[in-house]
């Protein structure tokens, strides 16, 4: 190749990238894509739950807005004293972040609020996502709400594509151990975690990588959840966890049912304690199933199924009916080594 038709392949080269680069440079901002679903302040997923009881005492500091990325990433902390409350009532929703749920010894819980916008215009997708607290204390037990009215987002477009970075919020919440708490979690696109407390109740998440679970259990759990395993794209740099299927440590407190509905995705149960009997079906693709809870009296497997029950189940203090299946990972019910 002489000298001539290499300078023209450079020059060709040189002019293909910079058209690329043209056709794919962003415009952002509010509403540049034509799609409903992607306005800024668009009606949140979030339903409101049912208010009742007597406003408590609440401390609330607006802990400010920071650079984050390109964009901003915005706090908020509620601090509150449970007093002679016992346990209570819990719910929380949040369309695109990660909710935490933590036990602590004491008589003060704190919420912690981060909303979360790291692109070019951020800061109008964090003031377009409006959110909802409760705090109230109602028949001896303390109820905690926090729900998205609206979900804010940032807009791009170029000539070659159009999309939206939505606003992320992340959830954190302490709550002294008093008592039990019936809870509804949900984190449509992200991970739930709720440890060193005891809960019943349902978790849930329509695109939700899954859950870490870490808890005694003092009435029914449900997990509904997606539990896929989601790519590495925008979402990380909003401070969400991409680490896919749900681990549960469960301690039955009484007898109770446990039900697990994963669209896919890895499942694993183990109970711990040495007075409950298990009662288990499973079902897994591909399967089977495994289920290792000991002694059994009971037992049906096949490909992609599996019923098992422990040995002396109608005699145990606790008797825990278990439910649990994946439509795409494997499933393990265990009981804990001693």
Known sequence: MGKRSIIGVVIVLL?????????????WGRDLT????NISG????????????DSIP???NDLGRVTRGEGFEHSWQYTFDVAMLA???VHICSEYGNVHVLGIDGIRGRLLITISDPFPGGGDGIDDTRLVT???????GLRVAMWQLTQGMTTFKSMMQSGARHAVVNVSLELPRTGGYAVKLIANHQRLTVKNLDVQGLLEGY????ADLEVGLTGPLTLNLNNATLKSDWRRDAGVDFMGGTTAILRPLTSTTVEGIFASGDVTLTFAGADVGLDVTAGAKPGPPTIDIGPTEASAVDTARARVRSTGFSTAPKKVVVRASSGGGAVAVRRATP
């Not at 409760?134 to 001896?140: I, N, P």
């Open 207 to 210: 695109l939700s990588p899954g």
């Open 42 to 53: 668009r009606v949140s997923l979030c339903k409101q739950p049912a208010i009742v009881g």
């Open 134 to 140: 409760s705090f109230r204390s109602d028949s001896g």
């Open 87 to 89: 346990g209570g009532d």
């Open 34 to 37: 034509p799609d409903p679903a």
């Open 15 to 27: 002019a293909g990238t910079a058209a690329y680069a043209v056709a794919n440079r962003r415009q």
């Open 58 to 60: 609440v401390v609330g």
